[in-house]
């Protein structure tokens, strides 16, 4: 005769399922430490994403509020993409067209205007970094002033050549500044480039020992606007 009593069986409960619930609480915790892990490598590199390096490979860690202007850079316009307020200082670091400038000749351009200011010259920044965005409306400008590209390439790059979308060159002010960094700038190799343009300025770190390059007659001359 079959038992009928329904009440819960008083038989002791097997050991392997007693430990079952450490088991599944010991993989939801790996789980957890996974996922933290993912989300800690995840904020590294987003902050290396918004680390700007130049050729001098010294990286300036910009805020978590920039990351979104950083990745987007290429396309910024107005200041974020380059545009100087007047007045600019070698050492206003919180202008972008100055702090996207490679970091040596950002020295050397702030070791140079320290001694021009010594010597009664100021020294301000008309041009420094662009973006690819802001380097291309120029050129269109340009070409409007110019009348023809042809024309334009003599004083504005495209933005796939222009040193100063990678953050190489500089256009300094005023012509006290130009005249004094023309007789003063090798020194910090600091050099002017083009015959056209006596405010634009790139490092030549040799020139402090060689002296300057040849300048070209304009940009059209440089092998580099003709890669």
Same mark, same amino acid.
């Given at each position: ?25 010991? +993989? ?9 892990? $993912?989300?800690?490598?995840?904020? $590294?590199?987003?902050?290396?994403? #918004? ?15 920039? $990351?979104? #202007? ?17 007045? /600019? ?14 970091? *040596? ?15 009664? +010259?100021? $020294? ?24 023809? *590209? /042809? ?25 006290? #500044? ?38 070209? *007659?304009?940009? /059209?001359?440089?092998? *580099?606007?003709?890669?």
């Amino acid at each position: 005769m079959r038992n009928l009593d329904t009440s819960p069986s008083t038989r002791p409960v097997p050991a392997r399922y007693r430990r079952r619930p450490a088991v599944v609480l010991a +993989v939801v915790a790996g789980a957890l430490a996974f996922s933290l892990v $993912v989300l800690l490598a995840m904020a $590294v590199a987003v902050s290396r994403a #918004a680390t700007v390096d130049g050729p001098g490979g010294a990286g300036r860690l910009l805020g978590t509020a920039a $990351v979104g #202007a950083a990745l987007g850079r290429d396309e910024a316009t107005g200041e974020a993409g380059g545009v100087v307020p007047p007045g /600019t200082s070698p050492f206003d670091e919180d202008v972008p067209a100055v702090s996207g400038l490679d970091p *040596r000749l950002l020295d050397a351009l702030q070791r140079a205007t320290t001694d021009a200011t010594a010597a009664d +010259v100021v $020294v301000v920044v008309n041009g420094g970094w662009r973006s690819a965005a802001y380097q291309e409306q120029l050129l269109d400008d340009a070409v409007v002033r110019y009348g023809s *590209r /042809t024309e334009a390439a003599r004083w504005v790059a495209t933005p796939e050549t222009s040193a100063h979308v990678h953050g190489d060159a500089v256009d300094v002010g005023s012509w006290d #500044a130009t005249s004094w960094l023309s007789g003063n700038g090798a020194a910090y190799g600091l050099c002017q480039i083009y015959e056209n343009e006596s405010w634009h300025y790139e490092l030549r770190p040799e020139a402090a020992d060689q002296g300057c390059p040849p300048m070209f *007659r304009d940009p /059209t001359e440089d092998p *580099r606007m003709n890669p």
